[in-house]
C-alpha cells in the first residue's frame, strides 16, 4: 500500500482540425506532503528496505493499520528490533512514499524466548508477538480432508472462524469441546440461506504425523462438518509454525499425547484478525454475533 496517489496533470494540446492533429503531454512537478507518524516496529526487511509498523492514526491521512512502510536509512534498518516504538515522518509525493526523519523514541524490551517443543527436539527460540485485532493474519498452507491444498490466503472475501485441533485428543474440556462448539456454530450460521456461502470454518490440526487427510474426513463425518462451509485441513510443522504462535496456540508431543492450549480465531473478509480467543472461554453466540457484524459491515 503506497498512499494516497497524487494525480499526475496532464495537459493535451489538440492543433489544426481534420487530418492533422498534434497531442503535447505536459507533467507537472508533484507536490510533497510530510505526515508524522508514531507506532511499533512489528517486522523490518533490510533487503526490501521496508519497516512494518503497527501506527497509530496518521490525522488527514490514514486511519490506524498494520501495514509496511520503505525506509532508505540504512543504519535505522539494520539496528531496529521488533517492539521498538518509533516517530517519524511519512513524505508522500505521487505514488511514493517513505519515512524520513526516523527515530527509535523507545527500544524494545529484551526479546523473550519461549521452549520449541514442535520438532524432532526442543529447543529455545525467540517468541513471536501475538496478533493484535486489524493485523494481518500470516498465510500458511494446508491440506483439506480431500486432499487438496488450500492457503488461508485462499479464503479472502469470507469471514474465517479458526481452530486448532488433532483428532486424537483425548480430553473432553479440549479438542472435542472446539469440535462441539463449531458444530454449534455451524448450525446457527447456516439457518439464514445464504449466510454459510460467505463463512468458512477451518478446524486444523497439528499432528500430521496422523491425521491424513483419510483420518481427517472420517472425523469430519462423524462431526457433521460439509466443505466447503466446515472443513477440517492439516498442516506441517514447518507451516504451522509461519501462524500458530501469532494467533496464540502452543503445542507439543509428549509420550501419550500432544499437549497444547486452545486457540480460536475469528478473521474478517479482508484478512485481518477480528478477534483471538483463548481457551474455551467463549460461547458460539459470541462468535455468532462478530459474524454478524462483520457480514453486515
Not at 72 to 80: H, I, P, V
Not at 86 to 114: C, D, N, R, Y
Not at 193 to 215: I, M, N, Q, Y
Not at 249 to 276: C, F, Q, W
Request: proline share 7%; charged share 25%; hydrophobic share 40%.
Amino acid at each position: 500500500m503506497s498512499g494516497r496517489v497524487a494525480a499526475i496533470g496532464l495537459m493535451v494540446l489538440l492543433a489544426g482540425c481534420g487530418k492533422d492533429t498534434v497531442k503535447t503531454a505536459v507533467t507537472t512537478a508533484d507536490p510533497i506532503k510530510k505526515y508524522p507518524i508514531v507506532g511499533i516496529v512489528r517486522k523490518v526487511d533490510p533487503g526490501a528496505k521496508t519497516v512494518t509498523l503497527r501506527h497509530e492514526e496518521i490525522p488527514g491521512y490514514m486511519v490506524a493499520m498494520t501495514m509496511p512502510f520503505h525506509l532508505e536509512d540504512k543504519d535505522a534498518l539494520e539496528s531496529l528490533q521488533v517492539g521498538d516504538k518509533i516517530s517519524a515522518i511519512l513524505k508522500v509525493q505521487g505514488s511514493h512514499s517513505e519515512l524520513i526523519q526516523f527515530e527509535v523514541t523507545q527500544a524494545a524490551e529484551p526479546q523473550a524466548l519461549t521452549l520449541d517443543l514442535s520438532g524432532s527436539e526442543a529447543k529455545l527460540r525467540p517468541r513471536v508477538a501475538k496478533l493484535e485485532p486489524g493485523e494481518l493474519v500470516p498465510d500458511f498452507t494446508m491440506t483439506t480432508q480431500e486432499g487438496t491444498p488450500l492457503k488461508l490466503s485462499d479464503l479472502r472475501g469470507k469471514v474465517v472462524i479458526v481452530t486448532f485441533i488433532f483428532t486424537r485428543c483425548p480430553r473432553p474440556e479440549f479438542c472435542p469441546k472446539m469440535d462441539e462448539r463449531f458444530a454449534e456454530l455451524a448450525r446457527m450460521i447456516a439457518s439464514v440461506p445464504g449466510r454459510a456461502d460467505k463463512v468458512r470454518l477451518l478446524s486444523v490440526s497439528f499432528d500430521p504425523e496422523h491425521d491424513t487427510p483419510e483420518v481427517l474426513a472420517k472425523h469430519a463425518k462423524l462431526r457433521g462438518a460439509k466443505p466447503p462451509f466446515w472443513q477440517f485441513a492439516v498442516a506441517s510443522h514447518e507451516e504451522l509454525r509461519k501462524v500458530v504462535e501469532p494467533m496464540g496456540l502452543t503445542y507439543g508431543p509428549m509420550k501419550d499425547e500432544i499437549i497444547h492450549n486452545l486457540a480460536t480465531s475469528v478473521i474478517g473478509p479482508d484478512g485481518r484478525l477480528e478477534r483471538r480467543f483463548g481457551g474455551s472461554d467463549w460461547t458460539s453466540e459470541d462468535v455468532f454475533k462478530i459474524v454478524r457484524k462483520l457480514l453486515k459491515n
